[in-house]
C-alpha cells in the first residue's frame, strides 16, 4: 500500500461529522489526567476546566450578558457564565494540552452534535468546504467549540478566525482552546502582526488564558526513541505488516503538496502502519508545515511510523527551528518521535 497512490475526496458533511476528538483521545478523562507533581499549574488546569464544563451545563442564550468569561471561581457554587465564555490552554507541546481540551469536550453536557472538537487547521478547512456563513450557521447552534493547536500563520487566516469566532460567541457558544502561543502573542514571527492587532487582540478578549508548565509526557521517563532502521528492515517490515503502507519519503512529500490538507486525515484511513524509506530533512518552509499536519493527523490516529535515512530531530533545519513556526516543528519531532517508539515491536518482531 503506498500514500503517493491515495487521492482522498472529503464531502464537506465528514468534515463537520469528524469534528471530535480523535480516536487517541476517545476514552480520556478528567480523572485520567496525571498531573506531575512537580507542576502545579496541571493541577489548578484540571480544577478550572471541571468548573468550566459545569458552568456550561446551562448554557446561556445568544449574546447573554458581557460581563466576563466566568461566573464562578475556587470554592464557590459554579452558576451560569455570563456571556462570552472562552478558555485557553497555554503551554510546551507535551504537557497533556490536548489531553485536557478532549476531557472537557467529554465533561460537557450536551449531545456530540451540539459540540465540535477539532485542529485550527481542520476549522480553516471546515469555512474553505463549507464557505464562511454555512460555517457560523453550522456551528452557532453548539454548545462548545473546541480548537486544538490555535495558531495564526497568515494575515487571512487573522481576520477570518477573528471574525468567525465573534460571530459564534454572539450566537451563545462557548470556546476552548489551546496554543504553545499566548493569544496577544498570535502570529509573531509569522507575518506583521502588528498590523493585525485589533484582530489578535479581539480574539484574545474571548479567552481566560491558563498557562500550563511541564515537561513533555511523551518522553518522560521513557527511553530515546528507536534509531533509524535500514531501508532492507523497513521494507520488510512493511510487507509483512498487514494494512501497512511504504513510501519513499521524498516522493511522498511532494504528493503531499498535490493534497490539500483537510484531506490528510482521509489519507491516513485504514492504515496500521507508516513505513517510510530515505527520511532526509525537508527543504523548505511550506514543505515542513504540510509534513507537520500529516504527523498531528497520525499522531491523532495512533498510527505507528517506521523509517529509514535521517532521525526526526534533523527533520527540520537549524532556521526553521529558530523561526516563528518552531514550536509547529518541535511539536511534529515529539509526536513522530513517539510514534517511532511505537514502531519498534514492527522490526523486533521479524
Same mark, same amino acid.
Given at each position: 500500500?503506498?500514500?503517493?497512490?491515495?487521492?482522498?475526496?472529503?464531502?464537506?458533511?465528514?468534515?463537520?461529522?469528524?469534528?471530535v476528538?480523535?480516536?487517541?483521545?476517545?476514552?480520556?478523562?478528567f480523572?485520567?489526567?496525571?498531573?506531575?507533581?512537580?507542576?502545579?499549574?496541571?493541577?489548578?488546569?484540571?480544577?478550572?476546566?471541571?468548573?468550566?464544563?459545569?458552568?456550561?451545563?446551562?448554557?446561556?442564550?445568544?449574546?447573554?450578558?458581557?460581563?466576563?468569561?466566568?461566573?464562578?471561581?475556587?470554592?464557590?457554587?459554579?452558576?451560569v457564565?455570563?456571556?462570552?465564555?472562552?478558555?485557553?490552554?497555554?503551554?510546551?507541546?507535551?504537557?497533556?494540552?490536548?489531553?485536557?481540551?478532549?476531557?472537557?469536550?467529554?465533561?460537557?453536557?450536551?449531545?456530540?452534535?451540539?459540540?465540535?472538537?477539532?485542529?485550527?487547521?481542520?476549522?480553516?478547512?471546515?469555512?474553505?468546504?463549507?464557505?464562511?456563513?454555512?460555517?457560523?450557521?453550522?456551528?452557532?447552534?453548539?454548545?462548545?467549540?473546541?480548537?486544538?493547536?490555535?495558531?495564526?500563520?497568515?494575515?487571512g487566516?487573522?481576520?477570518?478566525?477573528?471574525?468567525?469566532?465573534?460571530?459564534?460567541?454572539?450566537?451563545?457558544?462557548?470556546?476552548a482552546?489551546?496554543?504553545?502561543?499566548?493569544?496577544?502573542?498570535?502570529g509573531?514571527?509569522?507575518?506583521?502582526?502588528?498590523?493585525?492587532?485589533?484582530?489578535?487582540?479581539?480574539?484574545?478578549?474571548?479567552?481566560?488564558?491558563?498557562?500550563?508548565?511541564?515537561?513533555?509526557?511523551?518522553?518522560?521517563?521513557?527511553?530515546?526513541?528507536?534509531?533509524?532502521?535500514?531501508?532492507?528492515?523497513v521494507?520488510?517490515?512493511?510487507?509483512?505488516?498487514?494494512?501497512?503502507?511504504?513510501?519513499?519519503?521524498?516522493?511522498l512529500?511532494?504528493?503531499?503538496?498535490?493534497?490539500?490538507?483537510?484531506?490528510?486525515?482521509?489519507?491516513?484511513?485504514?492504515?496500521?502502519?507508516?513505513?517510510?524509506?530515505?527520511?532526509?530533512p525537508?527543504?523548505?518552509?511550506?514543505?515542513?508545515?504540510?509534513?507537520?499536519?500529516?504527523?498531528?493527523?497520525?499522531?491523532?490516529?495512533?498510527?505507528?511510523?517506521?523509517?529509514?535515512?535521517?532521525?526526526?530531530?534533523?527533520?527540520?533545519?537549524?532556521e526553521?527551528?529558530k523561526?516563528? &513556526?518552531?514550536?509547529? &516543528?518541535?511539536?511534529?519531532?515529539s509526536?513522530?518521535t513517539?510514534?517511532?517508539?511505537?514502531?519498534?515491536p514492527?522490526?523486533?518482531?521479524r
Amino acid at each position: 500500500m503506498s500514500l503517493c497512490s491515495r487521492e482522498p475526496r472529503v464531502p464537506a458533511d465528514r468534515l463537520v461529522a469528524e469534528m471530535v476528538p480523535p480516536p487517541r483521545f476517545d476514552s480520556v478523562r478528567f480523572s485520567t489526567y496525571l498531573p506531575d507533581p512537580n507542576q502545579p499549574s496541571q493541577r489548578e488546569a484540571v480544577h478550572v476546566l471541571e468548573e468550566f464544563a459545569n458552568g456550561l451545563g446551562q448554557a446561556p442564550g445568544p449574546a447573554a450578558g458581557r460581563r466576563g468569561l466566568f461566573g464562578f471561581g475556587r470554592g464557590r457554587t459554579p452558576k451560569v457564565p455570563a456571556g462570552p465564555r472562552g478558555v485557553y490552554l497555554d503551554g510546551g507541546y507535551g504537557v497533556g494540552k490536548t489531553h485536557l481540551l478532549a476531557s472537557l469536550w467529554h465533561a460537557t453536557d450536551a449531545e456530540p452534535s451540539r459540540k465540535a472538537f477539532g485542529t485550527f487547521v481542520e476549522l480553516t478547512n471546515l469555512v474553505g468546504a463549507l464557505g464562511f456563513q454555512q460555517t457560523v450557521q453550522t456551528l452557532s447552534g453548539h454548545r462548545l467549540l473546541c480548537i486544538d493547536e490555535f495558531e495564526l500563520d497568515d494575515p487571512g487566516d487573522t481576520v477570518l478566525v477573528s471574525s468567525l469566532l465573534a460571530r459564534l460567541v454572539e450566537a451563545g457558544v462557548a470556546l476552548a482552546a489551546t496554543s504553545n502561543t499566548l493569544p496577544g502573542k498570535l502570529g509573531e514571527g509569522r507575518f506583521a502582526a502588528a498590523d493585525f492587532m485589533r484582530e489578535i487582540q479581539g480574539l484574545s478578549a474571548h479567552f481566560r488564558a491558563l498557562r500550563i508548565d511541564g515537561e513533555d509526557y511523551r518522553h518522560r521517563g521513557l527511553p530515546e526513541a528507536p534509531a533509524p532502521y535500514s531501508e532492507e528492515q523497513v521494507t520488510r517490515a512493511a510487507r509483512a505488516t498487514e494494512g501497512a503502507s511504504l513510501d519513499d519519503f521524498t516522493a511522498l512529500l511532494d504528493h503531499l503538496a498535490r493534497v490539500h490538507p483537510s484531506r490528510y486525515g482521509a489519507l491516513t484511513d485504514g492504515l496500521s502502519a507508516v513505513c517510510l524509506t530515505g527520511v532526509r530533512p525537508v527543504p523548505d518552509q511550506s514543505t515542513a508545515l504540510r509534513l507537520v499536519v500529516l504527523a498531528d493527523r497520525l499522531y491523532d490516529r495512533e498510527v505507528p511510523v517506521l523509517t529509514s535515512g535521517e532521525p526526526f530531530d534533523r527533520l527540520f533545519g537549524e532556521e526553521m527551528l529558530k523561526g516563528g &513556526y518552531r514550536k509547529k &516543528y518541535f511539536r511534529a519531532i515529539s509526536r513522530l518521535t513517539a510514534l517511532a517508539r511505537d514502531a519498534a515491536p514492527l522490526v523486533d518482531a521479524r
